[in-house]
Nanobody, 119 residues
Framework: QLQLVESGGGLVQPGGSLRLSCEAS????????MGWYRQAPGKQRELVAT???????NYADSLKGRFTISRDNAKNTIYLQMSSLKPEDTAVYYC?????????????WGQGTQVTVSS
């Protein structure tokens, strides 16, 4: 079964940094798009960043360059480097993969990793 497992979350001081990892159970080279989403308490899940097989990236406008997404196909892993963290970045961060099938795009999700930014 295809699985996505996030790691790297935790408690961080405002202004600090974290790097999240998402390890896939299979090779990700042929996957169409992978990315990170987050969901804060009481809010809807929102897109953080995506990356394609061609390493084209897309970020939520509100992040203003603080986050960087990358991938390592050899390790079946994508990363999210987060810097200058703010309390409003507190959320559960989810890894996502979108796979194009014959008739639809199928979403795969990890279980999430908690990021808490607090003094």
């Amino acid at each position: 079964q295809l699985q996505l497992v996030e790691s790297g979350g935790g408690l961080v001081q405002p202004g600090g940094s974290l790097r999240l990892s998402c390890e896939a159970s299979t090779n990700i080279f042929s996957w169409n798009v992978m990315g990170w989403y987050r969901q804060a308490p009481g809010k809807q899940r929102e897109l953080v960043a995506t990356i394609t097989t061609a390493d084209n990236t897309n970020y939520a406008d509100s992040l203003k360059g603080r986050f960087t997404i990358s991938r390592d196909n050899a390790k079946n892993t994508i990363y999210l480097q987060m810097s200058s963290l703010k309390p409003e970045d507190t959320a559960v961060y989810y890894c996502n993969a979108k796979i194009q099938t014959l008739v639809a795009v199928v979403d795969y999700w990890g279980q999430g990793t908690q990021v808490t930014v607090s003094s």
